[in-house]
């Protein structure tokens, strides 16, 4: 019995034992009611998102997602194992959950194909092996891809292509200006490759072959330790949008007639006049200064999962992210869902909220805000938003309990879940 299938032996078997985290090594697994493939679905865990484990058994493993889907998944299909890199440091790890398992060096090649950085950064997954000397990463991604549409490099075709290959746990188009074919393989460290690969020693690369297991395995890249702790503190995405919230804030939009009609838009990073805005527009521009463009997310979710849109007749890059009960879909599926109760514990800075104005406009899902940092008289977090036309944005005594209805509350993850 070889080393990897001891480890994963060990972490079901042991009685008591918690596996922090697991993922799906499969494009995606069922999330079932109970631990039997006969039971109800009631949801899916897609690769390369992380799920905690409540629960583990020989077979099954009780998860909760993201979002707060709760239910038991297979074990043969999910796995801990995952990889790390710090090209600073030119170190490779195989990592079990948070914990180092093994520690190799490793050698990089600069990339220079439009991703925005002078190397390879991001959270990818190993998508094809190549024996046990090559291991090919999932590049460009979809950060890579919004790029370099941005920056005109490759087409919207292209770019849908690059978005729906990696929903599928696909191999994404190799033969655009983004480039391609980014592998970790053999053939020393004691230079450089000439593109953007990783290069280990041949007796390194192929013990980390043997020890991972096979699937579709996550690959973190960052340009040094220093980047990984800072990006992947708990609360770093709400600190990005309350470092942007006064900036917004100070741009003092107005909610007007030329904001409530329909706007052209470019695509991504759309906008228009900030002293404009209704009231979605100054929470995607606060968003944006956290580098989460609401317009690009909620688009290719839309595109890859249409299913769950069932007020979207057909995905509109111009309008879809503007409308609040749009927004809602998309984070059911793709942030924290917390507790729509005032009194209860889970209120923090930088949640997103959405409310129930009792306008009757075919929707309870008309507003939304984000919890700021100051509080009311009465010891309450203040919500920044836009409330109606003619008003500019402000903070606002909103989380009363009593008018608006608080229908939504959420949090947004970690920024390399939406890469």
Same mark, same amino acid.
């Given at each position: 019995m070889n080393l990897i299938i001891g480890l994963l032996l060990l972490s079901y078997t042991v009685a008591g034992q918690c596996i922090e985290r697991v993922y799906s090594t499969l494009k995606s697994v069922s999330v079932m009611e109970a631990t039997s493939i006969s039971s109800k679905k009631v949801g899916t865990l897609a690769h390369s998102k992380w799920a905690h484990v409540?629960?583990?058994?020989?077979?099954?493993?009780?998860?909760?997602?993201?979002?707060?889907? @709760?239910g038991f998944v297979s074990n043969r299909f999910t796995t801990n194992f995952w990889i790390k890199i710090y090209t600073k440091e030119h170190k490779i790890f195989l990592m079990k959950d948070k914990k180092i398992i093994k520690t190799y060096t490793v050698s990089f090649g600069?990339?220079?194909?439009? %991703?925005?950085?002078? @190397?390879?950064?991001?959270?990818?997954?190993? $998508?094809?092996?190549?024996?046990?000397?090559? /291991?090919?990463?999932?590049?460009? +991604?979809?950060?890579?891809?919004r790029l370099g549409l941005e920056k005109k490099l490759i087409s919207k075709d292209q770019y849908y292509k690059i978005i729906r290959a990696i929903?599928?746990?696909? @191999?994404?188009? $190799?033969?655009?200006? /983004?480039?391609? +074919?980014?592998?970790?393989?053999?053939g020393g460290t004691h230079k450089n490759c000439?593109?953007?690969?990783?290069?280990?020693? %041949?007796?390194?690369? +192929?013990?980390?072959?043997?020890?991972?297991?096979k699937g579709l395995i996550i690959v973190e890249v960052y340009n040094s330790q220093a980047q990984d702790e800072k990006i992947n503190k708990s609360n770093y995405t709400s600190t990005m949008i309350l470092d942007n919230l006064p900036k917004v804030l100070g741009q003092k939009a107005k909610y007007t007639k030329k904001a409530m009609s329909y706007i052209p838009l470019t695509y991504p990073n759309g906008d228009f006049d900030p002293k404009h805005a209704v009231c979605t527009d100054v929470i995607i521009r606060v968003l944006r200064g956290a580098?989460?463009?609401? $317009?690009?997310?909620?688009?290719?979710?839309?595109?890859?999962?249409?299913?769950?849109?069932?007020?979207?007749?057909?995905?509109?890059?111009?309008?879809?992210?503007?409308?609040?009960?749009?927004?809602?879909?998309?984070? %059911?599926?793709?942030?924290?869902? !917390?507790?729509?109760?005032?009194?209860s514990n889970d209120w923090l800075p930088g949640d997103i909220v959405l409310f129930d104005t009792g306008v009757?406009?075919?929707?309870?899902?008309?507003?939304?805000?984000?919890?700021a940092q100051k509080k009311s008289a009465l010891g309450r977090h203040l919500v920044f938003n836009i409330?109606?036309?003619?008003?500019?944005?402000?903070?606002?005594? !909103?989380l009363t309990g009593v008018y608006p209805t608080v229908v939504g509350h959420y949090r947004m993850l970690n920024p390399l879940f939406y890469l």
């Open positions: 409540l629960e583990s058994k020989k077979d099954w493993s009780k998860i909760r997602s993201y979002n707060g889907l @709760t600069f990339n220079s194909k439009g %991703d925005g950085t002078t @190397t390879l950064e991001g959270r990818f997954y190993l $998508q094809k092996h190549f024996g046990d000397k090559t /291991l090919l990463l999932a590049y460009p +991604s979809r950060h890579n891809a929903n599928e746990g696909e @191999t994404p188009p $190799q033969n655009t200006k /983004l480039g391609g +074919s980014v592998r970790i393989h053999d000439a593109l953007a690969c990783f290069k280990m020693n %041949d007796k390194d690369i +192929s013990e980390l072959y043997k020890l991972m297991p580098k989460l463009d609401l $317009q690009a997310l909620l688009h290719e979710d839309i595109i890859v999962n249409p299913t769950r849109y069932k007020s979207v007749k057909k995905a509109n890059y111009h309008i879809d992210h503007r409308r609040t009960r749009v927004l809602k879909y998309y984070f %059911d599926h793709n942030s924290k869902v !917390l507790s729509n109760n005032v009194l009757r406009n075919g929707t309870i899902f008309d507003h939304i805000g984000i919890v409330w109606t036309e003619g008003d500019e944005t402000s903070v606002m005594d !909103l």
